[in-house]
């Protein structure tokens, strides 16, 4: 059968699973020499990684659209340094901070896009935004490159953070939403629980719960009788379970079926020969490449699932 990888870069113990320490010690093993059914894709899956641009992680990749530099107002360039992901940082991402690294000549819109600098990184090295992650720690990344397909010049549909950027994963959009809720990322929302929006001219809105309840992904799979699952880690009330923010799969038949924890229960069903049509899967933490998690198994993670795929029936 044919399948289709799509990694995005947009929280393990399980039986079956890989440990930590096998993931240190994972070797990346392309399966280009299989033979490869003719046909129709019959399985798509969405491996999500935590907030990395794409400079960061491929940096000076043969052929790709990388640069060794960034732009600060007033002192212009300032070239990229190594910085391992497992650096005890974390950039903000909100949307003040887009709007902050823009710098635009109106509210994030003709960016010159040298702030950032402004970002907010409490307690971290000066320009901490302008680095790179040291190639020995994502060569297994760069190995997949070069056995598959590189996207360099593909860009996000949003400006912020995560609780929004796994809502466009699912369904394009996340209604008017930006930032992150104040307390759920979901239902059901509390009334103090609210998340801000942004207006199409990038000015704020009125707050609103993050508590949806739109069209998604899984929705049009379901209309067509396709399976899907989202596989996701449980620690942190579900954060990163994108589903849980859509009230109709959160109070539905779909969130015993379709919404799978922890994520490395994903290894088990492949085994099992149980792959869905569709399926996403997010990780831990420690397994994200997320700044702050102080780890460098994200790449390990991604080529252990990479594996596991390849060497399956699908």
């Known amino acids: 059968m044919k399948f289709l ?10 039986a079956g699973a890989p440990s930590s320490t096998a993931l240190a010690r994972s070797v990346f093993t392309p399966v280009l020499g299989k033979s490869v059914a003719t046909g ?14 794409f400079d960061n992680l491929f940096n000076g990749y043969p052929g790709a659209d990388t640069v060794a530099y960034g732009m600060v107002a007033g002192r212009g360039r300032v ?22 690294a823009c710098d635009g000549t109106a509210r994030g819109r003709s960016c010159k ?29 760069f190995e997949m490159a070069h056995d ?22 699912i369904a394009g959009h996340a209604h008017h939403a930006v930032d992150l809720p104040a307390a759920q990322w979901g239902c059901p929302a509390a009334r103090y629980d ?22 998604t992904i899984g929705d049009e799979l379901d209309a067509n009788g396709l399976p899907w699952r989202y596989y ?5 009330g579900y954060i990163w379970l994108a589903y849980q923010a859509i009230r109709h799969i959160k109070d539905g038949p779909d969130w015993k079926t379709d919404a799978v924890t922890p994520s490395t229960r994903f290894f088990d069903d492949l085994k099992d020969g149980n792959l869905a049509a569709v399926t996403w899967i997010t990780p831990s933490c420690i397994n994200s490449d997320h700044g702050g998690c102080g ?11 990479v594996n596991a795929i390849g060497e399956s029936p699908f």
């Open 295 to 305: 780890s460098t198994t994200g790449p390990h993670w991604v080529a252990n699932l």
């Open 79 to 100: 070239r990229l340094r190594p910085l391992s992901l497992a650096a005890p940082y974390g950039i903000s991402h909100l949307s003040r901070d887009f709007f902050a």
């Open 232 to 236: 996701a880690d449980s620690g942190g």
């Open 148 to 169: 598959y397909v590189l996207a360099d010049r593909m860009f996000t549909s949003h400006l912020d953070a995560s609780f929004v950027s796994h809502q466009y994963i």
């Open 5 to 14: 990888l799509l990694l995005s870069l947009a929280m393990l113990t399980a």
């Open 40 to 53: 129709t894709v019959q399985h798509v899956v969405i491996i999500v990684q935590e907030n990395r641009s």
């Open 194 to 215: 609210r998340v801000p929006t942004l207006q199409p001219d990038r000015t704020y809105g009125p707050m609103e719960s993050p508590c949806f309840n739109y069209s």
């Open 113 to 141: 896009m040298d702030g950032f600098d402004r970002e907010v990184f409490a307690g971290a090295p000066r320009d901490l935004p302008y680095s790179f992650v040291p190639h020995d720690e994502t060569k297994l990344y």
